[in-house]
């Protein structure tokens, strides 16, 4: 196939051009399919103040966009961890999830080590170096003449509105045709495959595939074709977002963190994200459980006085995902193929694999397309159950019971059938690596009542794919204190102090040889310095 529509130019449609021009078309160097992208220049993308996972190293490597000149162009910072607080018992407790840890296989037993000690010091700080990284705000990279031993993995927080912006300008000028008109309706053959979309102002466009990217209206995939929706609400309760953007000038805390933080409040929790010039804050929560008013309220409240000239972005949201991502000739890629809270920041992630597996079956004829999306609609599918799991389990292991919302989201029934098989495994056994490869326990079988796998060939899928794997597992498993009680039984009471593994203590002072993240952005990629600014309450501690 040959011509490729993109529908809709928020982070999605453009990540998905630049990828498949990087992929199809050796950056514009050699193109073998022509790719068009049509946005709207009336409806606004999404773009509150994004947090993404290490995948966009990948996308930006294919895409040919050097480091550096990307965080200048979106704002970005290091991203080395997330840090949840208060989601145990709203006491101030935390814990993190970050993306390194020690280089321990074979035989990877840090967890089972970890719980059979008196556990006085948290998991994370016997198997990774990077939670220590991030408490005292260091970025992933050493001063200059600092050799390390390890590399830190990392991702970006980021303007998502500049960051399409410069896709933009960046495919367009590697041979993407972009086109500003809004789409008007819809063609469809006999088939029911796509044929045409018409526009207000540029006339048809065609093409041999679509990609709907048309964000939570789904055009061509929902509206058009009328792939059905897998509602995954009953396990995730947050349906709408309440945000606000501090900037530096008036509220620079005198330092970047270089972690997310996501803190849980009465209904849901706040994301904090900072970016170059200033911090995105933004409350999820469930609407059945909290007013528009208080949710406000909440969050001026984290943030503590000064902000009360600042407007605030309430965004709705629906949890779950289009059961076929590909039907026919059109593709959903982003919002419009689905979306799973922003937790663990998988948003962006899931337009990156999108484009990325459109990439790889590339079909080259309309023959091939039967296979091919069976395929890529497997895998996708694969990653939203796997996504879903990972989120539902943060709610579901609260032990708190302040509010109406934390008492619920702990029910059994808010539990979906395949997290609760795989926390029953857990209380016999630690995850452990295998369990990553073939992700199958009994009590899964109960999952066909709630999920359906029409779509993907009636064949449950079993594996995660390697976006997250026992040691993510046991972050937030151990950090929630899941398994407590099993480590008691397991180990006795009287357990031995807990002692880090070996390469952690050996490589622990190594963490004074890394750049503090603020200067290295102000050195590398031209942060403008806020030493002027007044921090808000609490910040840094
Ligand atoms: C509350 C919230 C928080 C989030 N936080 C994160 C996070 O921390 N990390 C993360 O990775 N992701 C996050 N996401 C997800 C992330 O914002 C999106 O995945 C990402 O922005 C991609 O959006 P999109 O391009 O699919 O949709 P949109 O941004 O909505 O873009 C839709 C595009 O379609 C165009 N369009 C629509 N209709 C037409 C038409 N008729 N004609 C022409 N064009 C049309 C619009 O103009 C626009 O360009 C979050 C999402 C929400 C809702």
Request: charged share 20%; hydrophobic share 40%; net charge negative.
């Amino acid at each position: 196939m040959k011509s490729l529509l993109i529908v809709g130019g928020g982070s999605a449609g453009w990540m998905t051009a630049a990828y498949l021009n990087g992929a199809l078309n050796l950056r514009g160097k050699r193109p073998s399919v022509a790719i068009t992208l049509l946005e709207s220049p009336d409806i606004p993308r999404i773009s509150v103040g994004e947090a993404t996972i290490p995948s966009m190293r990948h996308l930006l490597s294919v895409v040919g966009f050097n480091e550096e000149d990307f965080m200048r162009a979106a704002d970005a910072t290091i991203k080395q961890s997330i840090k949840y607080q208060n989601w145990v018992h709203n006491d101030g407790s935390f814990y993190h999830h970050p993306f390194s840890f020690v280089p321990i296989q074979p035989l990877d037993r840090a967890g089972e080590i970890w719980l059979s000690s008196d556990q006085s010091i948290p998991f994370l700080d016997t198997c990774s170096i990077q939670t220590a990284v991030c408490n005292a705000n260091r970025s992933p990279f050493a001063q200059a003449g600092k050799n390390l031993p390890y590399q830190l993995n990392y991702a970006y927080h980021m303007n998502a509105q500049k960051f399409a912006d410069t896709l933009r300008d960046f495919s367009v000028a590697r041979g993407v045709q972009h086109v500003l008109a809004n789409m008007t309706t819809i063609d469809t053959d006999e088939r029911g495959w796509v044929s045409g979309v018409n526009t207000d102002s540029a006339g048809r466009l065609e093409a041999d595939l679509f990609v709907d990217c048309t964000g939570f209206r789904g055009h061509l995939i929902a509206q058009t074709l009328g792939v059905n929706f897998e509602d995954y609400s009953q396990f995730l309760l947050c349906d709408r977002a309440v945000t606000m953007h501090l900037p530096y000038h008036r509220f620079y805390p005198g330092l970047v963190r270089p972690y997310t933080t996501a803190t849980a409040l009465s209904n849901g929790w706040v994301w904090d994200i900072p970016m170059q010039n200033q911090r995105s804050i933004g409350y999820v929560h469930a609407s059945d459980f909290i007013s528009k008013e208080a949710a406000e309220a909440e969050l001026r409240a984290y943030q503590g006085p000064g902000t009360e000239d600042i407007s605030v972005r309430f965004v709705d949201f629906k949890v779950g995902r289009r059961k076929s991502l590909w039907k026919n000739n059109c593709v959903a890629i982003g919002l419009a193929g689905g979306f799973i809270e922003p937790l663990e920041s998988t948003g962006l992630y899931l337009s990156d694999l999108g484009a990325v597996l459109l990439a790889e079956h590339w079909p080259r004829d309309e023959a091939a397309i039967p296979e091919l999306s069976a395929r890529y609609n497997r895998l996708m599918a694969n990653r939203y159950y796997e996504i879903l799991d990972f989120i539902n389990m943060h709610y579901c292991l609260t032990k708190r019971t302040d509010t109406a919302f934390w008492r619920e989201v702990q029910k059994p029934e808010r539990i979906n059938p395949r997290l609760a098989a795989k926390l029953a495994m857990w209380q016999h056994k630690p995850p452990s690596a295998h369990d990553f490869q073939d992700q199958w326990f009994s009590g899964m079988e109960n999952g066909a009542d709630v999920f359906d796998l029409s779509a993907i060939g009636g064949r449950p899928p079993v594996d995660n794919g390697g976006l997250w794997d026992h040691k993510s597992y046991e972050c937030i498993l151990y950090g929630m204190h899941y398994l407590d009680d099993c480590a008691d039984r397991w180990f006795g009471t009287n357990r031995p102090k807990t002692t880090p593994l070996p390469f952690v203590a050996r490589n622990m002072d190594s963490v004074s040889a890394l750049q503090d993240h603020a200067h290295w952005l102000q050195n590398s990629v031209g942060m403008k310095s806020y030493h002027d600014a007044v921090a808000p309450v609490g910040w840094g501690t």
